[in-house]
């Protein structure tokens, strides 16, 4: 795992917060054009997620710029957060105290050191092998057999998405590509770049254009033209970004793509949970966003995707593309 | 330095709990206050002392039971560090005396109170599991028909059982939720039941607010 802060990556940061204060300045002039209250409340939330994108991208950033360790500590946080928020939201038992602890504090700094040390055999198989198995014996210890299996599958599943899943972002900084060493930190970048916007451009082509609903018993804001607006925008874009990447503009399409769909399947997957639960958010960390959770959704179930894909074409099958 | 290492320990229980707080009915305010809350971990009173605006803090006293804060650590951060007023648990003291103890510990809040100081309090006097809000203690009423200029503010924590619950020594950070209802409104002829009773009123309405 190394790192180098090449012109690419710095062009590539330029153009985010030049696309942030084109945003900026978008906002502001809609917020002067407004007229109705309804249209207000769309135009301050779009506002505050603005905002909220240069907080967000600002600490990325600089925990970019620290290095791999950086990226590490970062998304080992996010992780505790999102893990935070999810334990807050469904219900949990007294007897379950215990086994919170260790998923907190033993599995996700394990998890994240794992990928730290580079050590991808274990790091794949720790939540989904030893985390499946410690955590019922550990809740059989506690002795409570109300609703066992139903607070067994439920803490797995918490540590599977906002730790296990989350943790393959940065897991793209262990590939040591050949030909591509010391600048798998882009691909990271690529990665949130191209999910991230895909939310965006889902959001916005929602607002515009929205009319068919997609899932409407999960989530009465997703549509199909934002659903397939904010997709082709995304691998648009993600296919114009190839040359930061490994990919040939044809792979990169195609993993834009994939990431991107995942994206969707996690907002959607998510949204199920949340409509449960009877929420809409699942914090209010992050100003007009909700909470971390609500960010990383897509993150969650594109990284690992991404990360498995890249991994086959360009470390484990590089021929498969001669 | 009692002062700092409060705030200190305030900032770490905020960290931990990340209490989303919320005033309904009620604003933050500079007069003398009996906040009544429901109780279920340790970290209540820090955390509810920790969300209230800094200018308050430093006048509003938790209340805690003598026979589990009066030594060590537990000393320091309650007496050194919060100013606590530690006061006996009536279940804990044999029967003949307790008479006796009540009426000190009715002397000792009104001290405490004076006629700057605010107060916080657990009416239930012992922790619960969080499911449902025991039986108030008489003590707050008590307090009340000696000081009825007092505002009396119920508080609703929740969560806090999950952060922190009876029994563990460990905590996990689960977020936490205070909400401070409109205080309350006795009549001058106010019996020891309806009193309490509104008070347990209060504060479970809070809960679903």
Redesign the interface.
């Known amino acids: 795992m190394n790192f180098k802060l090449d012109h690419q990556m710095f062009l590539i940061l330029n153009v985010v917060i030049g696309g942030l204060v084109a945003a900026s300045v978008v906002g502001y002039i809609l917020s002067r054009r407004v007229k109705s209250d309804d249209q207000r409340a769309t135009i301050d939330n779009l506002n505050a997620r603005i905002r909220a994108w240069w907080i967000m991208i600002g600490i990325f950033s600089i925990s970019f710029l620290i290095g791999p360790a950086g990226s590490m500590v970062l998304f080992a946080f996010i992780s505790l957060l999102a893990l935070r928020e999810y334990i807050s939201l469904i219900s949990t038992a007294r007897a379950d105290h215990r086994t919170l602890f260790w998923s907190f504090f033993v599995f996700t700094p394990l998890q994240y050191w794992f990928w730290y040390e580079g050590w991808y055999g274990l790091a794949i198989i720790l939540i989904p092998v030893y985390g499946f198995l410690f955590i019922p014996i550990r809740l059989a210890l506690a002795g409570e057999t109300t609703g066992f299996l139903d607070r067994a599958a439920r803490i797995q599943w918490g540590l599977m998405v906002c730790v296990y899943c989350i943790s393959y972002a940065p897991a793209l900084l262990t590939l040591n590509i050949p030909g591509y060493q010391k600048q798998d930190a882009k691909l990271l970048l690529y990665l949130v770049i191209v999910v991230q916007l895909s939310d965006i451009f889902q959001y916005i082509w929602g607002k515009l254009l929205g009319k068919r609903k997609i899932a409407p018993a999960i989530s009465p804001n997703k549509t199909w033209e934002g659903f397939i607006g904010g997709i082709a925008t995304a691998v648009a874009l993600g296919t114009a970004l190839w040359w930061m990447t490994p990919f040939t503009p044809l792979l990169a399409l195609c993993l834009s793509l994939a990431a991107a769909l995942m994206g969707f399947a996690g907002g959607l997957t998510m949204s199920a949970i949340k409509r449960d639960r009877g929420v809409k958010d699942f914090g209010n960390t992050i100003e007009g966003h909700g909470g971390i959770l609500d960010r990383m959704d897509s993150i969650c179930f594109s990284a690992p995707l991404f990360f498995h894909l890249t991994r086959w074409f360009f470390v484990t099958h590089p021929t498969w593309l001669r | 330095m009692s002062a700092i290492s409060a705030d200190i320990i305030a900032a770490c229980a905020r960290v931990l709990a990340?209490p989303?707080v919320r005033w309904v009915n009620c604003r933050p305010s500079s007069r003398q206050r009996v906040y009544f809350a429901n109780h279920t971990s340790h970290l209540d009173f820090v955390v509810l002392w920790s969300v209230l605006p800094r200018r308050l803090r430093a006048k509003t006293r938790p209340v805690a039971a003598k026979d589990y804060w009066s030594s060590g650590l537990r000393k320091r951060i309650a007496v050194n560090a919060f100013n606590a007023v530690l006061v006996e648990r009536g279940d804990k003291i044999a029967n003949g005396d307790r008479l006796a103890a009540a009426r000190h510990t009715l002397d000792m809040l009104l001290e405490a109170l004076g006629e700057q100081n605010s107060l916080i309090v657990f009416p239930e006097g012992t922790r619960g599991?969080g499911l449902k809000v025991g039986p108030f203690k008489s003590g707050i009423y008590y307090l009340w028909s000696k000081r009825p200029d007092v505002q009396f503010v119920p508080v609703y924590l929740s969560?806090l059982?999950?952060i922190l619950?009876k029994g563990?020594i460990?905590?996990?950070?689960?977020?936490s939720h205070v909400t401070f209802g409109a205080p309350l409104r006795p009549d001058a002829n106010e019996t020891k039941d309806s009193f309490l009773a509104k008070a347990h009123d209060a504060v479970c309405a809070l809960r679903d607010a």
């Open positions: 990340g989303s599991n969560n059982n999950r619950p563990e460990l905590p996990v950070p689960v977020i």
